[in-house]
C-alpha cells in the first residue's frame, strides 16, 4: 500500500511541475515532470499489483 500511495504521490507531483513548467515555459522543466510522473505511475502500478497479490504486509494475530 506504501508503494501505491508514494507512486500516486509522484505522479501528482510531476504533473503538476510540468503543468508549472508549461505555464513558465521552461521545455526542461516540462520534461522533468513528465518523467517524474512516469516513474511515478509505474511506481503505483507495480504498488497497485503487489497489494492485490499479497494484500496487506501485517501478519493477522490469532
Do not use: Q
Not at 504533473?15 to 509505474?42: H, T
Amino acid at each position: 500500500m506504501l508503494g501505491l500511495a508514494i507512486g500516486v504521490g509522484a505522479l501528482v507531483a510531476g504533473l503538476v511541475m510540468a503543468v508549472l513548467g508549461a505555464g513558465v515555459g521552461y521545455v526542461g522543466l516540462v520534461a522533468g515532470g513528465l518523467v517524474i510522473a512516469a516513474m511515478g505511475l509505474l511506481a503505483a502500478i507495480v504498488g497497485a499489483i503487489g497489494f492485490a497479490r499479497h494484500g496487506s504486509a501485517r501478519t493477522e494475530r490469532e
